[in-house]
Structures are given as structure tokens and as C-alpha cells.
């Protein structure tokens, strides 16, 4: 079919490869389309046509989202994450708008235009955000490049930033306290909302949208495919061990549910399947809908409800509930527009990782609990508890103290009762065992000569609390006087 006037045309070499010949301003302009395909060499054209407002291919920038949401090329997104990226688009689309509006379509956008947008949008945010809008943006211009004719993409030069984002806290055992006082004043859904993200480390989606299918009281376990990694972790579920102090509020919960079934009419509040199970349906219809403790039922309904339906109230309660605890949530940082948030729910999921890790759980155990894909992501979450920072530190011996503790069992502050208490402590130490009472053994280079042993031992028993910081001084005093 021939191409109309203007749009350039297409001519067969000796070679079988097909050249692009066009005339502009008086112009005779040769491409080689390096290709023996007549389709391939069209696409060709139309790409190089574009930028000149010239060929069939011409994508307007209103039109853009619309094509990136059907094409085929995209990957298969949640739908939430679907509109983060709309929302990013709609941004970059109405800048351009305003600043640019000689550029009406996709392919005209210029490495120009987006390194100015760039450079007003870095001011304001963080680089963690920043290169948010720069993957979302590259990735639609790819998705689209064909379909818009778009011959150099604008975005292939940009560089990402180094990450300077402001990480969520943990929250202290007094905050969560305080937050736990809080909750249960706001009403029972939200205190069992809170107890769950204390206790289980879930994510704030998941611990809303729990169901009794989820729940095996009888098991002692919470089984759950977390909504963030469904897709890309191939549904892989994990695993929550339930604490007793969530257990009992939960069994709290199935026993009201079992009372508000009797209420309405079914029995002695279990339902029986047709393989003599209790309480193991599936169908709605054999059930209700209104059965509060059915496998499909929400264990928080009314939470369940905010955050699908109506998420800015669930946000508006829980901001509530920090404020009454007096945590503040967000902090203003110099350079942002927005306030950065430094505490919310999701803390509860650091607090949860750092409280397992400091108790001295193995990474790779707090990695399968919280549905982490790496351990490098667990450390992420995990922050050092102080206390043990310091224990650390303290287990350093002293250096450069051998000889000023030399002649100490005749000084001052060795009295008589001084003495005697010394010396049984000293006794204690010197008769541990390595093998008695979960201590490790030591190693063989600490045996050797016997002081080394008997003050690695010394520590170890002041680190365990079992002696005082005096009886700790004096014993450790006499060793030194024997070197």
C-alpha cells in the first residue's frame, strides 16, 4: 500500500535489506533499515518519523497511561501498585503540561525536558523516592517505545542516586506499652490489631485481612501467604508461632464469635462437615455470610473493612492511637516538602525482628517468620539493642593494666569481711565446671596457665549477674596479684 506525500518511503536494495528515503525541507535523507523484513523496516520508518511530527505512529501524552495499562508488554502488577505508578505518570504528564507544552507526544520528549523535571523533583524528595519515579518513568517509555515510535529513549542515561532515606524505628518496650494502653481504649478490633503486629511482625495489610483459616489455635500457629511477596515468592506461606498472650485474646475472640452464632439461630455454635470435622467448611452457603468465626471470615471484620474499603479512616484511628501514646509519628527534614515518617505500624514489624534477634534467635529463624526473601533484608529491620552493644564492649579486657594490678592484696578497701567474701566468690569461680549450666567451654588457649581461665570465667559469672560489681573487683584484683 502506498505511504502519502510527505511520510517518506521505502526502497529494496540489491542486498534484500530495505532503505528509508524522505525528503524534508528540500532534504533527500537515506536510513539503511538493516533489515530484510518489510514489516520490521516499516516499524523503522515510523520510529524515525516521529520526532519530526511525520509518519503514522504518534502517541499523545494523554493517551500514554491508557496504552501502558493494555499492553500486552507490561508485567502482570497488583492493582496497587498498578495506581502507584498512574499516580507517578499523572505527575510527570501534567509537568510537562506546564513547563513543556510544545511537547504533545511521547516520542518528543527530550533528554532536555526530563533532566529538568528531574532536577525540580530531586529537590524535594528523597533519592529513595527519586528513584522510584525514574523506574517507574524508564519502564513505561520501554513499554511503550514501539508503539510511540520512540527512537532515542530520553531516559537510558539517567543514573539512580544513593540511597539517603530515613529508615522506620524500632519502638521501645515503653512505647509499646503505652501503645498497647491506647489501643485497647480505642476498642477491642484495634487492640487485637496491635497485638497481632507486636506479636507476629506482620505487615499492616495482612494483620487486617487475617481469617480463621489462617488461625490453627489447636496447632499453636498462625499460617499465612504474606500479600507483598504472593506473586513473586511463588505463594510461599510462612509460619508464626502464637505467643500466649495473643492466644488467649484470640481464643477470647472465637469464643464470642461462637456465642453471637448461637445468638442467631445455629445450634450449639459448631457446624459440622460432611467429613465429621468441626468447623471446617467452605461453602458461604452452608454458613452465612454474617458467621463470625467461619474459615473465610475476618478475624477482625470491622479492620478488615476499613482497610479495603475505607483506608483513610484505618490511617486517621491509627494515628490516633500514636498521638494518645504521645510517639510521634513524623519529622520534618530539611530540603523535603513532605514530613518523613518515623514511626507507624510498620514499626512494630522492626520492633518485632530486633526484639527476636536481641533475645539471641538465629537471623535465618526471624527471616522465616516475617517472609523475608534474604537474611540481608532481616539486618535491614534489625536494630542493636544498646545493652548489648555496651556487653559487648565491656567483655574487652583491660590492656596495659598488668602491673598497676600488681601488690593490690595489701591495699586499702581489702578489710577482713572484704577478704572472706573474695575468697569465696574465688573459690565459686575456680570450682566451675566449663560444661555445668549452658556455659560454653572454653577454648584451649584460655586453659593454659589457668589465670587467663579462671578471669574468662570471672566474666562470664559477673556478665551472668551471679556476683556483685564488688566481689567482681576483688576477685579480679587477687588474680592480677598472682601474675
Same mark, same amino acid.
Given at each position: 500500500?502506498?505511504?502519502e506525500?510527505?511520510?517518506?518511503?521505502?526502497?529494496?536494495?540489491k542486498?534484500?535489506?530495505?532503505?528509508?528515503?524522505?525528503g524534508?525541507?528540500?532534504h533527500r535523507i537515506?536510513?539503511s533499515?538493516?533489515?530484510?523484513?518489510k514489516?520490521k523496516?516499516?516499524?523503522?520508518?515510523?520510529?524515525?518519523?516521529?520526532?519530526?511530527?511525520?509518519?503514522?505512529?504518534?502517541?499523545?501524552?494523554?493517551e500514554a497511561?491508557?496504552h501502558?495499562e493494555?499492553s500486552?508488554n507490561?508485567?502482570?502488577?497488583?492493582?496497587?501498585?498498578l495506581?502507584s505508578?498512574?499516580i507517578?505518570?499523572?505527575?510527570f504528564?501534567r509537568?510537562?503540561?506546564h513547563?513543556?507544552?510544545?511537547?504533545?507526544?511521547l516520542?518528543?520528549v527530550?533528554?532536555?525536558?526530563?533532566?529538568?523535571?528531574?532536577?525540580e523533583?530531586r529537590?524535594?524528595?528523597s533519592?529513595?523516592?527519586?528513584n522510584?519515579h525514574?523506574?517507574v518513568?524508564?519502564e513505561?517509555f520501554?513499554?511503550?517505545?514501539?508503539?510511540a515510535g520512540?527512537v532515542?529513549?530520553?531516559w537510558?542515561?539517567?543514573?539512580?542516586?544513593?540511597?539517603?532515606?530515613?529508615?522506620?524505628r524500632?519502638?521501645?518496650?515503653?512505647e509499646?506499652e503505652?501503645l498497647?494502653?491506647?489501643?485497647?481504649k480505642?476498642?477491642k478490633?484495634?487492640?487485637l490489631?496491635?497485638?497481632?503486629?507486636?506479636?507476629?511482625?506482620?505487615?499492616?495489610?495482612d494483620c487486617?485481612?487475617?481469617?480463621w483459616?489462617?488461625?490453627h489455635?489447636d496447632?499453636?500457629?498462625?499460617?499465612i501467604?504474606?500479600?507483598k511477596?504472593k506473586k513473586?515468592a511463588h505463594?510461599?506461606?510462612v509460619?508464626?508461632?502464637?505467643?500466649?498472650?495473643?492466644?488467649?485474646?484470640?481464643?477470647?475472640?472465637?469464643?464470642?464469635?461462637?456465642?453471637?452464632?448461637?445468638e442467631?439461630?445455629t445450634?450449639?455454635?459448631e457446624?459440622? %462437615?460432611?467429613?465429621?470435622?468441626?468447623?471446617q467448611g %467452605?461453602s458461604?452457603a452452608?454458613?452465612?455470610?454474617?458467621?463470625?468465626i467461619?474459615?473465610?471470615?475476618?478475624v477482625?471484620?470491622k479492620?478488615a473493612d476499613?482497610?479495603?474499603?475505607?483506608?483513610?479512616?484505618?490511617?486517621?484511628?491509627?494515628?490516633?492511637?500514636f498521638?494518645?501514646?504521645?510517639?510521634t509519628?513524623s519529622i520534618?527534614?530539611e530540603?523535603?516538602?513532605?514530613?518523613t515518617?518515623?514511626a507507624?505500624f510498620?514499626?512494630?514489624?522492626?520492633?518485632?525482628?530486633?526484639l527476636s534477634a536481641?533475645a539471641?534467635?538465629?537471623?535465618?529463624v526471624?527471616?522465616?517468620i516475617?517472609?523475608?526473601?534474604?537474611?540481608?533484608m532481616?539486618?535491614h529491620?534489625?536494630?542493636?539493642?544498646?545493652?548489648?552493644l555496651?556487653s559487648?564492649?565491656?567483655s574487652?579486657?583491660?590492656?596495659?593494666?598488668?602491673?598497676?594490678?600488681k601488690g593490690?592484696?595489701?591495699?586499702?578497701?581489702w578489710?577482713?569481711r572484704?577478704?572472706?567474701?573474695?575468697?569465696?566468690?574465688f573459690?565459686?569461680?575456680?570450682?566451675?565446671?566449663?560444661?555445668?549450666?549452658?556455659?560454653?567451654p572454653?577454648?584451649?588457649s584460655?586453659?593454659?596457665?589457668?589465670i587467663?581461665?579462671?578471669?574468662?570465667r570471672?566474666?562470664r559469672?559477673?556478665?551472668?549477674?551471679?556476683i556483685?560489681?564488688e566481689e567482681?573487683?576483688?576477685?579480679?584484683?587477687?588474680?592480677?596479684a598472682?601474675?
Open positions: 500500500m502506498a505511504r506525500k510527505g511520510t517518506g518511503n521505502l526502497q529494496k536494495e542486498s534484500g535489506r530495505w532503505t528509508v528515503r524522505i524534508i525541507n528540500g537515506s536510513r533499515a538493516r533489515t530484510t523484513d514489516t523496516a516499516e516499524a523503522f520508518l515510523n520510529r524515525f518519523l516521529a520526532p519530526l511530527g511525520l509518519g503514522a505512529t504518534r502517541l499523545p501524552l494523554a497511561w491508557h501502558y493494555m500486552p507490561r508485567r502482570d502488577l497488583a492493582r496497587s501498585t495506581e505508578k498512574r507517578v505518570w499523572m505527575g504528564a509537568w510537562m503540561e513547563n513543556h507544552l510544545e511537547i504533545a507526544h516520542a518528543e527530550t533528554e532536555t525536558a526530563v533532566a529538568e523535571y528531574l532536577a523533583f529537590c524535594h524528595h533519592a529513595s523516592t527519586y522510584g525514574v523506574c518513568l524508564r513505561i520501554r513499554v511503550l517505545a514501539d508503539k520512540i532515542h529513549d530520553p537510558a542515561g539517567v543514573c539512580l542516586k544513593a540511597d539517603d532515606s530515613i529508615s522506620r524500632e519502638l521501645s518496650l515503653d509499646v503505652r498497647y494502653a491506647a489501643a485497647s480505642e476498642g478490633e484495634w487492640k490489631l496491635l497485638m497481632t503486629g507486636i506479636y507476629t511482625g506482620m505487615r499492616l495489610g487486617c485481612r487475617l481469617k483459616e489462617d488461625v489455635l496447632r499453636g500457629v498462625i499460617q501467604i504474606p500479600e511477596t513473586h505463594g510461599k506461606p509460619t508464626i508461632p502464637i505467643h500466649p498472650s495473643l492466644m488467649a485474646e484470640l481464643r477470647i475472640v472465637r469464643e464470642e464469635g461462637i456465642g453471637k452464632r448461637k442467631m439461630g445450634g450449639n455454635g457446624r459440622e %462437615t460432611g467429613n465429621g470435622d468441626v468447623g %467452605t458461604d452452608a454458613v452465612g455470610r454474617d458467621d463470625p467461619a474459615p473465610h471470615a475476618f477482625n471484620p479492620v476499613l482497610y479495603m474499603n475505607r483506608k483513610w479512616q484505618l490511617d486517621e484511628g491509627l494515628r490516633r492511637i498521638k494518645a501514646a504521645n510517639i509519628m520534618r527534614v530540603g523535603r516538602c513532605r514530613k515518617v518515623v507507624s510498620h514499626s512494630l514489624r522492626h520492633t518485632f525482628v530486633s536481641n539471641g534467635v538465629p537471623l535465618p526471624v527471616q522465616s516475617v517472609g523475608h526473601c534474604s537474611t540481608a532481616t539486618r529491620y534489625y536494630h542493636e539493642n544498646l545493652d548489648a555496651r559487648a564492649v565491656a574487652i579486657p583491660v590492656i596495659g593494666k598488668r602491673e598497676e594490678g593490690k592484696r595489701g591495699d586499702e578497701g578489710g577482713m572484704d577478704e572472706k567474701r573474695g575468697t569465696e566468690v573459690d565459686k569461680i575456680d570450682g566451675a565446671t566449663d560444661s555445668s549450666s549452658s556455659l560454653s572454653l577454648p584451649s584460655l586453659k593454659r596457665g589457668g587467663a581461665a579462671r578471669l574468662h570471672l566474666d559469672f559477673f556478665a551472668r549477674n551471679l556483685t560489681e567482681f573487683k576483688a576477685a579480679r584484683a587477687r588474680i592480677l598472682e601474675l
